[in-house]
């Protein structure tokens, strides 16, 4: 698949999530968070509203914001996060907060916040958040999958990506035919990756420039430019003792 054509296809709105993975049932990942909710000072209209929302298992980014928000009545942990969401100012990562979060409510807060660097291409703060996500344990399993495969791919880390994608195709929920053929492309690019390959390189190339689109500093940024330097230098070094070895015949 051309360059272009792959990065359009990982970079397709979240918004366009919202009936592209179709949902047969609900499942019981959302138990914990329900019987949470079920134990909370929330006003019965407010718990009602979440509980409803729990079991259309939410697949889209605004319904997942809904769903949060809702605990953030009962939780001040889960308020003080949105609050900083609203702000811009989301943690980088789970270390960075204050009072711990209730844990059935964790998983699904912390895919929230994934969720927001991940819509401002924060991949790196992405992962660190999505790392406290458990998929079994949250209320939408295709988002922690899908916000995770594509991180790993947007930072060059194809092996990683292929492994979660993997992971997305099996959920044992029909997925709709677009996800199914992101999964599938990302997973045969980790079939067939090669390290320092031209089609690595490339990918690296993406991550280098999507790091000064930011026009931040982050850890990591020197080792990734360093890293598509070394792989064009080998490159080129193989091209050069291929040539010698041609004009030696």
Not at 142 to 153: I, K
Request: proline residues 6%; hydrophobic residues 45%.
């Amino acid at each position: 698949m051309p360059r272009a054509s792959a990065a359009a296809m990982l970079a397709f709105p979240l918004a366009m999530l919202a009936g592209l993975l179709a949902v047969q049932e609900p499942g019981v990942a959302a138990e914990p968070a329900a019987r949470w909710l079920a134990d909370s000072s929330l006003p019965e209209e407010q718990e009602s509203a979440a509980q409803a929302l729990l079991k259309q298992r939410p697949l889209d980014l605004p319904a997942l914001d809904r769903v949060v928000r809702l605990y953030a009545q009962a939780d001040p942990a889960t308020a003080d996060l949105l609050e900083a969401i609203d702000q811009g100012a989301a943690p980088a990562a789970p270390s960075e907060i204050g009072a711990p979060l209730p844990s059935a409510l964790a998983s699904d807060v912390s895919l929230r916040l994934a969720a927001e660097h991940f819509i401002h291409r924060r991949y790196g703060e992405a992962l660190a958040w999505l790392a406290s996500v458990d998929p079994g344990n949250c209320v939408s399993p295709e988002l922690a999958y899908y916000y995770r495969a594509v991180s790993h791919h947007q930072l060059g880390q194809v092996t990683e990506a292929g492994e979660t994608a993997k992971q997305l195709l099996q959920i044992d929920r029909p997925l709709c035919r677009r996800t199914q053929q992101l999964a599938r492309m990302m997973k045969r690019q980790a079939d067939a990756h090669e390290e320092g390959s031209l089609t690595h390189i490339a990918l690296l190339m993406e991550d280098v420039e999507r790091r000064f689109d930011l026009q931040r500093t982050a850890p990591g940024d020197q080792q990734v430019q360093q890293q598509v330097i070394d792989a064009l230098d080998k490159l080129i070094k193989q091209a050069e003792e291929q040539q010698q070895q041609q004009q030696q015949q």
